[in-house]
């Protein structure tokens, strides 16, 4: 099974910060990641997916980037309604694996 | 729009069963494959189990494989999760969700609202 590592568990950050989430592979896993956010008591939502490419309705400030076992996810001038908790999911093989989320947390 | 209603939660004994359904609407059902994917409390994600569009191929995670079955009736666009020999350890909320996929990749673009399993004495 493909093992995802995320970091950090959690980061407290301002609005208007830039934040980066990574996630590692334990295998290579090409560009098959996704990033989802989420709200409490709400389900995930599809930000990002095969590494880079955005969810339709994705504002531009959210960014993904890597490939083979090294990954991130960028936040540029954080907004509010950005605190939400951020996970990872590998897409490559089965079973589908998601990290342990980040929580973004308003500084 | 995609919609994806789950029903069938709810509190049950260790040993038990529970049959989770997910009706769809606003997209080809037949199309697409369809998953299950749980979150205990405060925890992260699991994924469950996955069934393609035409229902040929299931993929289970280990953690449920012999206990759970996936199912979908294309002709009622619903898919579900019969759920056997429950343990305390599959108290989760589940969500249903639709998959996108490209070259073998699978991922979640549209999720249920989540039916909470409490399974516990």
């Known amino acids: 099974d493909v093992q995802l590592t995320q970091s950090p568990s959690s980061v407290s950050a301002s609005v208007g910060d830039r934040v980066t989430i990574t996630c590692r592979a334990s295998?290579?896993?090409?560009?098959?990641l996704a990033w989802y956010q989420q709200k409490p008591g709400k389900a995930p939502k599809l930000l990002i997916y095969a590494a880079s490419s955005f969810q339709s309705g994705v504002p531009s400030r959210f960014s993904g980037s890597g490939s083979g076992t090294d990954f991130t996810l960028t936040i540029t001038s954080l907004q509010p309604e950005d605190f939400a908790t951020y996970h990872c999911?590998?897409?490559?093989?089965?079973?589908?694996?998601f990290g342990r989320g980040t929580r973004l947390e308003i500084k | 729009e995609v919609q994806l209603l789950e029903s069938g939660g709810g509190l049950v004994q260790p040993g038990g069963s529970l049959r989770l359904s997910c009706a769809a609407s606003?997209?080809?059902?037949?199309?697409?494959?369809m998953s299950w994917v749980r979150q205990s409390p405060g925890k992260g994600l699991e994924w469950v189990s996955a069934?393609?569009?035409?229902?040929?191929?299931?993929n289970y995670a280990d953690s449920v494989k012999g206990r759970f079955t996936i199912s979908r009736d294309n002709s009622k666009n619903t898919v579900s999760l019969q759920m056997n020999s429950l343990r305390a350890e599959d108290t989760a909320v589940y969500y249903c969700?639709?998959?996108?996929?490209?070259?073998?990749?699978?991922?979640?673009?549209?999720w249920g609202q989540g039916t909470p399993v409490t399974v516990s004495s």
């Open positions: 295998q290579d896993i090409s560009r098959w």
């Open positions: 606003g997209f080809t059902f037949s199309s697409y494959g």
């Open positions: 069934i393609t569009g035409s229902a040929i191929s299931t």
């Open positions: 969700a639709k998959e996108d996929s490209y070259e073998g990749a699978n991922w979640f673009d549209s």
């Open positions: 999911q590998q897409a490559n093989s089965f079973p589908i694996t």
